[in-house]
């Protein structure tokens, strides 16, 4: 029998599983996501996020405002996060906390002068990365042999500190032999072991794996750093093959090797790891040779008897409050305790079974000695509930089942005799503060995984809910045109915007199509949960994109003022601001007019604030209006009596006839 041994650190890390789950939250609630490069080194990874709309990006150049831009967990230099900030770009950080550390570390170390020299491959972009938080003299090396040759050309080293920090993923011997022999030589040097943990266990256990078995897979990218180096490790022990996915398997050749290894890398999903060890488990039990006739001799011969876990066929012969007695062709007497008949616990054994009936049963105990076999039929619906479970998680099919208990992270669903788990996040489309308002609810689910070895699942109601969606999606988008109005849900704001529901499709409303007014933040005019009516203002329907109108032409306030509003009219103004030219006035929400200096008295004036205040409400003349250029001109003078205005005139006669002399 061939064995078959998979490492339990294989798979996603902390850092890149934190990530992975970002981008793919974020793919759910906007349409507008970029990642600054791939998010991880895996090629199945990126092409599904690509398929939900994700775009990966080489520079800030290709984002655009409305954009949000995913730092991955590789971490960027201190330059990029000044350009999103200047190019006011919305972007979510999901560096790795244990990356973020190192950044921390050389930028605090290299402001105070030190050197900073960092282990690890120079065109990574976790290292590029770390180098964008120095301001000081900085060095990459790739080995300790780079190491000492780097220390030999620092100009008075012995003067300075130098500070060695390692790439999260770097060779942990590498590393070692550089701390060795290093720390023997200088005694200034302060080194910082960031290697992450992960990287170590996993390497770790990579070595004693390939140390104990004939044959080492290491599932990952190419491209991956983490999972070159496992390859690295595992080679030196055992003949080593990596791969991408499980297509690959069909050029190794598996069957010349008793015993083998399985590993991932950091970046390797877990659904691709379950598919090659599948398709490994199908190779081999291909492989495997029949049974010889002494063996299925024997097989039959344990059939014929009664043992814990054995499936039997029973007849109901009596029924009792607390038991019930069944036929099972045996000479011990068979019996099913009433709590083993189901999993409703106020179902009484009569609502359950009727004398008479047969059913199938699970062997719990055999007594010989008081000649009774114990039973079940619940465990039993159970199994073949299980088997119903795991059918449909092959063949991708929507099942129907009851909320029962509330637990720790999630909801327990009754379907087909079995319980399956669902997580919190998994529940609903949405979040739910309180999983209690849930309980007895029916609901559709997905299996998203089995164990087959302790037959539990995990199921997803939000993947059903998700699929309804992708079917108004595309129904949406094949109905959708410019200047279509629709009625739809506020999901979220942000500083440039608010996305809406239109269901099962998200557009956006930019700030300034929110109001006819100047608006800072969306907050100011709409809610999440508001219900809206909105029309498409623009859209890309290969991008699946939408911009969203919602301010009304009948809204625009100059609209309300051409129809409502002369020259001549006397209105009633609030002063708002001050200009050494005069004041400006709102005459209805939207429209401000000004009142020259030389309008607002009948003598001369020499500071405004003298006469005028802010928040002042006065009354003014509307005498001038330029509906192309949006200006409108105020008077308060021209409100004088007609006496003021001559006197005042006559002073401004006056006045230009000094100055003429003057000149």
């Not at 120095?134 to 050309?153: A, H, M, Q, R, W």
């Not at 002494?294 to 814990?308: V, W």
């Not at 062709?329 to 179902?347: C, R, S, V, W």
Request: aromatic share 6%.
């Amino acid at each position: 029998m061939k064995k078959i041994t998979q490492a339990k650190t294989a798979g996603f890390c902390f850092g890149v599983k934190r990530a992975v789950e970002m981008v793919y939250r974020l793919a759910e609630q906007t349409c507008f996501v970029k990642t600054l490069g791939p998010i991880i080194h895996n090629p199945q990874v990126v092409e599904d996020l690509s398929q939900k709309g994700v775009q990966a990006i080489c520079t800030l150049d290709e984002a655009s405002p409305q954009d949000t831009v995913v730092i991955r967990s590789h971490g960027v230099g201190q330059e990029v996060y000044d350009e999103l900030i200047n190019h006011h770009i919305h972007y979510i950080d999901a560096t790795c906390p244990f990356v973020s550390k190192i950044h921390k570390i050389v930028r605090e170390h290299s402001k105070k002068g030190d050197v900073i020299v960092i282990a690890g491959d120079k065109n990574h972009p976790e290292v590029l990365g770390i180098q964008g938080h120095s301001v000081s003299e900085t060095y990459v090396i790739k080995d300790d042999i780079e190491l000492l040759s780097c220390l030999e050309k620092i100009d008075h080293i012995e003067q300075k500190n130098v500070v060695l920090v390692a790439q999260t993923t770097f060779n942990t011997n590498f590393w070692r032999q550089c701390v060795e022999k290093t720390r023997k030589l200088y005694t200034n040097i302060i080194f910082f072991d960031t290697i992450c943990n992960a990287t170590n266990e996993r390497q770790a256990e990579a070595i004693h794996l390939a140390k104990n078995h004939d044959l080492m897979i290491v599932i990952g990218g190419k491209d991956s750093s983490n999972t070159k180096k496992l390859k690295q490790v595992c080679e030196m022990f055992a003949p080593t093959y990596l791969i991408e996915t499980a297509q690959e398997l069909s050029n190794i050749p598996i069957g010349d090797f008793h015993a083998i290894g399985v590993t991932a890398g950091a970046s390797t999903p877990a659904y691709i790891i379950k598919e090659v060890r599948k398709t490994m488990s199908e190779i081999v039990n291909n492989q495997e040779e029949e049974l010889d006739f002494a063996q299925l001799f024997e097989q039959s011969l344990e059939t014929e008897k009664l043992y814990n876990g054995k499936r039997v066929k029973g007849i109901v012969t009596t029924i009792a409050p607390n038991e019930v007695h069944v036929d099972i062709g045996a000479k011990q007497a068979g019996i099913i305790p009433a709590d083993e008949l189901t999993d409703t616990p106020d179902q009484k054994p009569t609502d359950v079974v009727s004398k008479g009936d047969e059913i199938d049963l699970i062997v719990l105990k055999v007594n010989d000695q008081e000649g009774v076999v114990m039973l079940s039929k619940r465990r039993c619906d159970a199994q073949a509930g299980f088997d119903k479970i795991q059918k449909a998680f092959e063949d991708g099919e929507v099942l129907e089942g009851v909320i029962t208990n509330v637990v720790k992270g999630g909801v327990l669903v009754l379907s087909n005799h079995t319980k399956i788990f669902v997580p919190a996040s998994q529940v609903s489309d949405k979040r739910i503060e309180d999983l209690n308002t849930l309980l007895k609810q029916p609901v559709k689910f997905k299996i998203l995984e089995v164990n087959e070895k302790r037959n539990r699942a995990l199921g997803s109601v939000r993947a059903v809910l998700n699929e309804g969606k992708k079917e108004l999606e595309d129904k949406f988008w094949s109905e959708v045109e410019i200047g279509k109005t629709y009625r739809g849900e506020v999901k979220s704001l942000t500083s440039y915007g608010a996305f809406v529901d239109l269901g099962g499709v998200d557009g956006m409303i930019h700030v300034t199509e929110l109001a006819w007014t100047k608006v800072k933040h969306p907050s100011e005019v709409v809610n999440i949960g508001d219900v809206v009516e909105v029309y498409v203002k623009d859209l890309d329907i290969e991008k699946r994109r939408i911009s969203l109108g919602y301010k009304k032409t009948e809204d625009n306030p100059w609209v309300k003022f051409q129809n409502e509003y002369h020259v001549e009219d006397v209105v009633t103004v609030k002063i708002v601001s001050f200009t050494n030219y005069g004041a400006f006035a709102t005459i209805i929400p939207g429209i401000d007019g000004l009142i020259h200096i030389s309008q607002i008295a009948n003598q001369r004036v020499e500071k405004i604030s003298d006469i005028l205040e802010i928040g002042q409400e006065v009354e003014a003349k509307i005498i001038d209006i330029n509906f192309d250029t949006k200006r409108v001109s105020l008077s308060m003078r021209a409100l004088l009596p007609e006496e003021d205005q001559k006197i005042q005139k006559e002073n401004d006669e006056s006045e230009v006839s000094e100055e003429a002399v003057e000149e």
